[in-house]
Each structure stands twice: as C-alpha cells, then as structure tokens.
C-alpha cells in the first residue's frame, strides 16, 4: 500500500497543499503502507529550485515525513520519451504545430480542461509534417478515437465518487509533449504513479476529471490502476479554491512567522480550518 503527495515547485505550497500531503500521509499510515513524495519539476519555465527547497522545509515544518527517495521527474525524462516513442510507432500520437490563439480561432469548444483541440494538425500528410517538424516548434497529441478505439471500454473506482465509466474522450486529443516541456501532466504523472508502485493516489478534487485520461494512458501503456481517492479542497475568503498566488495562506509565510506546524496539521485532520479558509463545494468534475 504506497501514497504519494506530488507537489510542483512552481510557486509556494499553501493550506491545500498541507490538506492533500495530510490526506494520502495518514491514508499510507493507516494501513501501514509507504507515504511518497514526488516533484513535479519537467516544467523548466516555472519550475524553481529555491521552491524544492521551501516544499522540504514546508513538510518539515508540518511533521510529515516521508518514505524513502524524493523521486524527481526531471530525473525520467528517458522514460516519458520511451513511451512516447511507443505510442507514436503505434501510429497513436501526432504532431501539433498549433498556437493557442490559432485552436480559439479554429473554433475550439471548452472542454474539461481548456478548449477541445479540434484536430487541425492531426489532418496534416507525412511531407508537410515531415518539413514542419524540421523548423517549427510542436507539441505531440494523442490521437483520442484511435486511442480510445485500441483501449476500448474503461473504468476506474474512486474512494468517494465510486466506481466511474472512463471518458477521456471529452478532453479531445490531449497533449502527451508540451512544445516546452518533455512530457504533459497527464503523461508523466500515469507513467510515475505506476513506476513508484502507488497503489493509492490521493489528490484534490479538481484533478479528479483528469483520472478519466490517466485511465486510458494505465490501459495503453497496459499499468496497473491505482485506487482513487479525490478529496475536497480548501477554498480562500471568496469561495474559490485556493491559488499558489495566494500568498496569505502560503505554508511559507505561516512558518516564517512562527506559526506551530503541527498544531495546524492536527487541526486540518479534524478540520478544523484557520479563518478566511473554507470547505470548497464537493463537487466532482465530470468531464
Ligand atoms: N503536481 C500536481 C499539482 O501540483 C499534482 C499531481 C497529482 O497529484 O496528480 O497540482
């Protein structure tokens, strides 16, 4: 039984992050499994050494210890290009030479996550690809129908939710490689889950539509499904949920100033919230 908390270092954790490392540390402890941690770091523009340091000093200071090795995805990047070279030779990925202003204007519908891709480059013949690939940055996607159609029917089973019917297909043909990062969330979060043997992935809720598309890739790349646990998540003073920008709910800040870490983990685990911090609404969303 293994758990995971996978921060990205991108801006400082806050009280949602300590809510989340809380839920899958005492999950793991409870069934005297191993609690894990990852750091999502492939995203090489927003990515912030200085900000690994804080996520360690952060749960620390809370009094969550973790098992083992800190598993860094910078580290696996062979790995993400390993599957991605299989996928493509399973004629399931494309190139994409789109901009973002070029899928509104192409008239993309909003999906689960941003718009639909609507498919222009996956279109595209071998030569034109073939030059544009030569000299102009791109992205690769999977190709969802092909996909979906190798995969066929799919579910997955959420701790609170119950068992789900898998829809990838509402996020459209997904990026799996970012024109300026090796691998998308989607693609390395499935591959990394599988390789650290988490047999549990307790996350917030607002990820919770995304499992529809990890789903597909455990089935593709023929993983191991994990269980699923979405929890609820914090929300500031004006119900929304909690953002990195937020600076007055930041672990950070709270430490610097003195504040008793584990006091306050012992309170979120009875939840029992600081003020100005709320219960986001439970609310599961379907893809
Ligand atoms: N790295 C993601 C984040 O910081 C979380 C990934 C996950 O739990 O699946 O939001």
């Known amino acids: 039984m293994r758990t995971r908390f996978a921060p990205s270092p991108n801006g400082a954790l806050h009280l949602g992050h300590a809510y989340a490392a809380l839920r899958a540390h005492d999950l793991a402890r409870q069934m005297s499994g191993a609690f894990l941690l990852r750091i999502e770091d492939i995203d090489g523009v927003r990515s912030r050494p200085d900000l690994v340091e804080a996520i360690f000093a952060d749960l620390r200071w809370l009094g969550l210890h ?9 580290t696996r990047l062979a790995a993400y290009e390993a599957a991605l070279a299989d996928l493509r030779a399973r004629g399931l990925l494309y190139p994409c030479f789109c901009t973002r202003s070029q899928i509104a204007t192409a008239g993309a519908q909003p999906g689960p996550e ?21 000299d102009e940055p791109h992205a690769w996607r999977l190709d969802m129908a092909a996909a979906k159609a ?9 701790q609170e939710a119950g068992e789900q019917a898998a829809r990838p297909d509402h996020f459209g043909d997904v990026v799996l ?10 693609l390395a979060v499935t591959l990394d889950d599988a390789h ?3 047999s549990h992935v307790v996350r917030g809720a607002d990820l919770f539509a995304a499992t529809h598309v990890h789903r597909l890739l455990q ?60 219960w986001g609404e439970p609310s599961y969303s379907r893809p």
């Open 66 to 74: 973790w098992d083992g090795e800190v598993l860094f995805q910078s």
């Open 114 to 134: 941003g718009l639909v891709y609507p498919g222009t480059c996956r279109a595209l013949g071998e030569d034109e690809r073939a030059r544009r690939m030569a």
């Open 150 to 158: 190798q995969a066929g029917a799919l579910s997955w089973h959420d």
């Open 177 to 186: 490689a970012r024109k300026d990062a090796p691998a998308s969330y989607h």
């Open 196 to 198: 650290q043997q988490i």
């Open 219 to 278: 089935a593709l790349f023929d993983l191991p499904v994990p269980i699923y646990h979405h929890h609820r998540l914090l929300a500031g003073a004006d119900g929304r949920k909690l953002a990195k920008s937020e600076g007055a709910a930041a672990l950070a800040s709270l430490r610097e100033a003195g504040a008793d870490g584990p006091a306050l983990l012992e309170n979120l685990r009875k939840a029992m919230l600081p003020s100005g911090i709320s």
